[in-house]
């Protein structure tokens, strides 16, 4: 049976890992009467029968993408990218026209509408989407662009590649830079038999090609839990080579939890970590899914995601020591929940840890009744809310005209906080300082809104050369039945780039 729960969900595209969002449209809504969390501290909550998903909510889960919106729901106006001024390209916050075309570049891949999920810039300033087809199929899809914005057709076939896995995921997730320039991508891929999936990890040498000494010519898909039954979401790359991966998976009592496995350099679960080379731990309420992955100092790793009961969402961190066991001098006894005060609907999408060990994490936060909003929350190292971040209440909200949702996150050298995500139906950033209010040197008084075709997203941001915002998305018809990767580059600070990375911007275009 499925429940009308995101620990069903995976991270999927842009804009739209608003879960809340797809519970809501399919019925789903809470109980009256539930509390908020106003701290961060997990609560011991009775699980209830839960009804079973009608079909619409089971083609979404399915799917793990976002609704595309009614045509009258509410929404962020801008004008097209394409006829807005050009600005500076060290301007913060404004599209850098020195880029693609005047600032974007809209990839399409051929078979079926895909999506950039996560990105990674490399040494050289050049760039590597990663990502999926909306519609279905497991393939692993990846685009790379010189640092300038135009398609590297040295990389793969013309710049792309795909590699078809097993039925049973979503596309590439996430992307890291592995020793010697090899690239590792993460997501989720079938085990052969119906309703089973596993890790996928992918490796890739720098021109595109499967690394064959990594898994089975370039691939591994590693079954996480007794019930095989997971997905993974985020990766990151340790020093000497191991791959730590995150996300979810279905434990023995058949909940979904946050889980984490270590692979070695070639591809085999590393068995000095978690039971066997993997862990899954239980959040407070049962049922949760593992969104986000980020390190703290001495090697503790901290997972985030959304944990639900009783049609209430959290905000849910776990940390683990570097081996792998759940470290319960964090949080309460080694989790952390925290949701907006009289917002029902919270959802974790990305997080990212500071020089001081804090830890940040945005997604979305609403109620029964949309528009939805960025929701933002910084944590102490030992996961607590941080109460010089918000106002003392270590939660930031940020509304829009339409629904939005944050999905991505980067921290500045100085504290700073670049959030992005969708605000419906168009790319969306925000600019923070480092105590949570909005930075009026960033965008329009700390808020920018990209219009690219009918519909377009952002899911994930990286720095260029400490100076431009690089982002990953989608953008498409109002369907998006015909939607196509996005790379998008924003000013930040001031100072020229390499003659390479930038391209000359005229009235009409790029000459």
Not at 67 to 90: F, H, I, K, N
Not at 142 to 166: N, S
Not at 304 to 325: H, I, K, M
Not at 352 to 361: E, K, Q, S, T
Request: aromatic share 6%.
């Amino acid at each position: 049976m499925m429940s009308c729960r995101p620990g069903a969900l995976r991270r999927g595209s842009a804009g739209a890992v608003l879960l809340a969002m797809v519970a809501i449209s399919a019925g789903c809504t809470q109980p009256t009467g539930s509390p908020a969390l106003a701290e961060a501290r997990p609560v011991e909550l009775a699980r209830t029968a839960e009804p079973a998903a009608p079909a619409d909510l089971r083609a979404l889960l399915e799917a793990r993408r976002f609704p595309v919106q009614p045509g009258d729901a509410p929404r962020t106006e801008a004008e097209p990218y394409d006829r807005s001024p050009l600005a500076r390209g060290g301007a913060a916050g404004r599209l850098d026209p020195t880029f693609g075309t005047r600032g974007v570049t809209v990839t399409r891949v051929a078979g079926h509408p895909r999506e950039a999920n996560n990105l990674v810039v490399l040494k050289d300033g050049s760039i590597v989407t990663v990502g999926g087809g909306r519609r279905a199929g497991s393939d692993f899809v990846l685009v790379k662009y010189r640092c300038d914005g135009t398609v590297d057709t040295r990389f793969g076939t013309r710049g792309q590649v795909v590699t078809p896995l097993a039925e049973g995921g979503s596309g590439a997730q996430a992307v890291a830079v592995a020793p010697k320039g090899r690239l590792v991508v993460v997501g989720t891929a079938g085990l052969g038999q119906p309703n089973q999936s596993g890790f996928a990890v992918a490796r890739y040498l720098p021109d595109g090609r499967l690394d064959p000494g990594f898994g089975t010519g370039g691939v591994v898909v590693a079954p996480i839990g007794p019930q095989r039954s997971a997905g993974a979401s985020d990766v990151v790359v340790l020093p000497d080579g191991r791959i730590l991966v995150a996300g979810g998976a279905t434990d023995a009592q058949g909940n979904p939890g946050f889980a984490a496995a270590r692979f070695l350099p070639n591809g085999r679960l590393d068995p000095g970590f978690g039971t066997g080379g993997s862990v899954i731990v239980p959040m407070p309420g049962g049922d949760a899914a593992g969104l986000a992955l980020a390190l703290q100092p001495k090697g503790r790793i901290v997972l985030g995601g959304t944990a639900e009961n009783q049609g209430v969402t959290y905000f849910g961190l776990a940390r683990l020591t570097p081996n792998g066991q759940l470290d319960r001098s964090f949080g309460n006894q080694g989790t952390t929940l925290a949701a907006f005060p009289d917002a029902n609907i919270n959802g974790l999408h990305d997080l990212a840890v500071d020089r001081a060990g804090r830890i940040v994490a945005v997604g979305v936060t609403g109620t029964d009744h949309p528009p939805f909003q960025f929701g933002l929350m910084r944590f102490r190292p030992d996961g607590a809310l941080d109460p010089t971040f918000g106002g003392g209440t270590g939660m930031v909200r940020t509304a829009f005209e339409g629904t939005a949702a944050a999905t991505g996150v980067l921290l500045r050298p100085d504290g700073r906080i670049i959030a992005v995500g969708q605000a419906w139906p168009n790319i969306a950033l925000a600019g923070y300082l480092p105590n949570g209010d909005l930075d009026d040197r960033f965008g329009d008084h700390g808020l920018t809104i990209t219009r690219v075709g009918q519909i377009s997203a952002a899911s994930a941001v990286a720095l260029q050369f400490g100076k431009r915002l690089v982002i990953s998305g989608v953008t498409g018809d109002a369907s998006l039945s015909d939607a196509a990767f996005l790379v998008a580059r924003y000013g930040l600070a001031k100072g020229p780039l390499p003659a390479c990375c930038e391209r000359t911007p005229t009235v009409v275009g790029l000459g």
